[in-house]
């Protein structure tokens, strides 16, 4: 391997010590430093790496003066940045006992309600030591949650069960894989001085090897490029950290949108799966191209998801000369292979070490924040895009096209122009044939072959026979075939199984988190899955005031490039990893929102796109609006319930066969409501009506249960003799359809300026009919169920008018009887 591979993996594995350490039983016999390199010793293919855990803090790797494990100590104290001081003394103690502590809880922001500065941030949460291939959520500190030896133990047996599978496919990529799965929940840094430590450790095991391992890599590529011959570093040289060494760049795919969801209707689903995906590893492919193209790793990658890369590069002409390359042969690819209806925009900014760290108060006067470093390189991304013709492009494209009919030569799918029209798929005589162009057929192929998608490969070769894609910088993607012999270089992309150490095959492989979810197999298939009419759901969300929260959500004296690299990590995290088991009713510690006694799971949804911070998933109605609770439910729990960070949707229902680019559009208009209501957001948009995400959950209780059911329990659900199922009504429809036209009247009152009460004496009318129903019935023995003496008080509540008419559809939805009913 070479110099600066050993490097990078010697870098990932300096402090792998401290997992060894708190796993046994006579901890202080060792330092860290000791542990880990005695355990390395133990495995023939990582003895090389010794050194690094055994010289890596400050004092020992300048006596030594070897100069990698110098860089290996410089770029450690930059990625613990706030912990430097304590560094060099020996004479702090740890315990093994500190849980890591979520940096979620430690984000405050002004919430719009409270005075400016005021802390939202809730009581510290904190997550139990267990492997990131399980998904649970961070809760208060108790005693089970401690690190105890037998934890650690069984972390460190399970890594080093995984390692030995690995070993024939050892090197950076897999070995990343591990770390992320046996250390992420494993605090860096547990010393205490005085009994007690300074604060509770926020930054992962695995993200801090992760993050030296970057800041290495840089170091390396950099300094060899002024000073070949390493031998000749020396301290001076290694420790400067006021020179303009490093690169952020920040790359963003502009048009995914009408890429996404400017097509047809025809086969649908499938090609708007296979398109978001696609746009995935287009992004993974530019990732790729710009590292392998500087010799970088994926340590270098420190974000990706929603259309967007974040790298941490060597400030170095190779760099800036890849980055300049990879934007202008994608953006050629791009115009050439999809009518330039996407685009790539880069933007980097230079910096130094010291701003890296916190800074305001430690650089002095000439040094930025890493948080101004941030802010001046979206300045830089922005003035890209709007410089890039690129974005007229697509802005007339999206115009000439819109709503329209596709024209004789135009694909009936994308509507780009193409000579090479053929049917997309084999039809029926007498059906008229879709006609497609070439990419929209592979991608319709793609689209079938998602489900259960264990492996791809990203090459230049072809392997004749086998079905490819087109990426940018002529490599091809080719779907998992059992038969298919991997072509030569390239990356193996490890998906469903990427926990799994088997799955990997070579030391290019990686696994790559991607939200599979897929109950499906075109709309019409899933609006049938609803219970009550038949009709599609769309949902669009995202976090509210991103912005603010990157920008100014951790606290001024602990901003760090580690802490917003472990953030935006955390928060893609959540799309990408935690939604799909929501989704699936398997998220440990929590218990999926129902209105009814018999819901299905895995609810029968499509995740087309989520990552990033946002996501839109279409699937049966009733369980788009079910799942849109479950996401905003879960994603405070994962945030630590802090109430400065919150999420807001709009939800739009609809026939299966509506124009989807349509669809789009409304879901966006609905978002957008919710989010322009106030300032603090937190919102869902349902049936047209805007609310709180707490105010639509009580009047679900309040409102929408008791028309469903007066007894207890969810509602009650009954099959149909075709076996389609619907909800009961407590009452009659006519009572419900009476509930809406006052709900109707007293907005339409409002509207107008009067007062909506002036609906209330048919609304009395209308409840004393009801009564009278009830008792008649001999419901409870002539007493009125508790239940609908809540809804009543609910119906005179003008409280609850803004989202009455929602809450009125959803039950008259619920309720009917399949497509034969409506
Ligand atoms: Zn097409």
Redesign the pocket.
Known sequence: MSQFKDLVIGSLLHDIGKLVQRADPNPSSKTHQQFGADWLEEFDFLKKYSAYSLWHHTREARQEKVPLLMVVNAADMLAAGERTKHEEDAKTSWEREIPLLSIFSKIRVDDGDSDPGEASVSSPRYYPLKQADTVFFPCHLHDEIKGTREAYAALLSGLETDIRAIERAFGVNTLLVLLEKYLSYVPGDTRVEGGAPERDPDISLFDHLKLTAAISSCLYGYMIEKQPDVDGWDEEFIYDAAEKRYIVLDADLSGIQPFIYN?SSKGALRSLRARSFYLEMVCENIANRILHTCGLERVNLIFSGGGRLRLLMPNTEKAREAARETEKAANAFFRDELSGSIGLNVAWEEFAGLEMMRSSEQGGESQRSYKKVLEDLRVKLETRKKDRIIDELIERRFEMLGPFEPGED???????E?DELEPLREHAEGEEPVL??????D?YVLGGSLRGLERLWMSEDEVSGYHSLRLPFGHLLWPKDEEASEPEGGWGIVLDKRWDADSYHSPNDYGLSYPHYREGEDFEDLAEKSCGAHWLGILRMDVDDLGRIFGGGIPEQEMSFTRISVLSRLMNNYFREVLPSVLRGGAEGYENFTVLEDTRFPRPLEIVYAGGDDLFIVGAWNHIIEAAFDIRETFALYTCENQGIHISGGIVISRHDHPLYDLARIAEIAENNAKSVDRSKDRIEIFGRTGKWQKYSRAVEQLLLPFLNLGEGKGVVKKTENGNKHAELALSRAFLRNVMAIARRYESLQRSGESGKLAFPYLAYTVARARETIKKDGHNGGELPERWMTLERALFDIGNYDILYSLASWADLLSRGGRTDE
């Open positions: 097509i135009e694909c009936r799918i994308c509507h780009c193409s497609s162009c070439p990419l929209c057929r991608l």
